[in-house]
T-cell receptor, first 117, second 113 residues
Framework: NAGVTQTPKFRVLKTGQSMTLLCAQD?????MYWYRQDPGMGLRLIHY???????AKGEVPDGYNVSRLKKQNFLLGLESAAPSQTSVYFC????????????????FGSGTRLTVV | TQLLEQSPQFLSIQEGENLTVYCNSS?????LQWYRQEPGEGPVLLVT?????EVKKLKRLTFQFGDARKDSSLHITAAQPGDTGLYLC?????????????FGSGTQLTVLP
């Protein structure tokens, strides 16, 4: 089924370890986003990309890096994990040509639950 | 401080009751979206509203965008247990770029049978 696929679904890291979260979409969407979701705080934007080879910082970018080498993939990296990065991470994508219309809306992956101990 | 304030934060009602969830801001939005999220899953888009004063209906759900495009509401008629979930409003600022969505903190709805 078409959509956004995130891997892994769960991960436990020790403080200081590094890892990469993978996001893949097969809808040919131009824009892709990484959010984190914490209790009572909704979703907060970490980084985003408006096209292959371009990335930009969102609201909470510190401690994260991203890359978009291919249009369909958006990678989120944690270089040195900290307990404050324990969260659920969501990737999302959207077709830019649907803006501005009632057809405009993000498609989200099912999330990666990350625990840093 | 959240750019989009949702209320109430938690809501527990009996099956068959009506409810309204509110999403308010002091900022103007180009569009407002509502998502529903179930445990262990990502948010799923319910509706997008783009015109001030717009009203959209999705079966028993009615969505309204404020005239000034600063607020929105979600009304559910005759709630059912299947409506249980986290409801999130999200908006695209008129002054924003890359169509970034700003999310409210969500309303956790529980409908008891």
């Amino acid at each position: 089924n078409a959509g956004v696929t995130q891997t892994p679904k769960f991960r436990v890291l020790k403080t200081g370890q590094s890892m990469t979260l993978l996001c893949a979409q097969d809808m040919n969407h131009e824009y892709m986003y990484w959010y984190r979701q914490d209790p009572g705080m909704g979703l907060r934007l970490i980084h985003y990309s408006v096209g292959e080879g371009t990335t930009a910082k969102g609201e909470v970018p510190d401690g994260y890096n991203v890359s978009r080498l291919k249009k369909q993939n958006f990678l989120l990296g944690l270089e040195s994990a900290a307990p404050s990065q324990t969260s659920v991470y969501f990737c999302a994508s959207v077709r830019s040509s649907n803006w501005p219309s009632s057809n405009y809306g993000y498609t989200f992956g099912s999330g990666t639950r990350l625990t840093v101990v | 401080t959240q750019l989009l304030e949702q209320s109430p934060q938690f809501l527990s009602i009996q099956e068959g009751e009506n409810l309204t969830v509110y999403c308010n801001s002091s900022s103007v939005f180009s569009s407002l979206q509502w998502y529903r999220q179930e445990p262990g899953e990502g948010p799923v888009l319910l509706v997008t509203v783009v015109t001030g004063g717009e009203v959209k209906k999705l079966k028993r759900l009615t969505f309204q965008f404020g005239d000034a495009r600063k607020d929105s509401s979600l009304h559910i008629t005759a709630a059912q247990p299947g409506d249980t979930g986290l409801y999130l409003c999200a908006g695209t600022l008129s002054s924003g770029s890359a169509r970034q969505l700003t999310f409210g903190s969500g309303t956790q709805l529980t409908v008891l049978p």
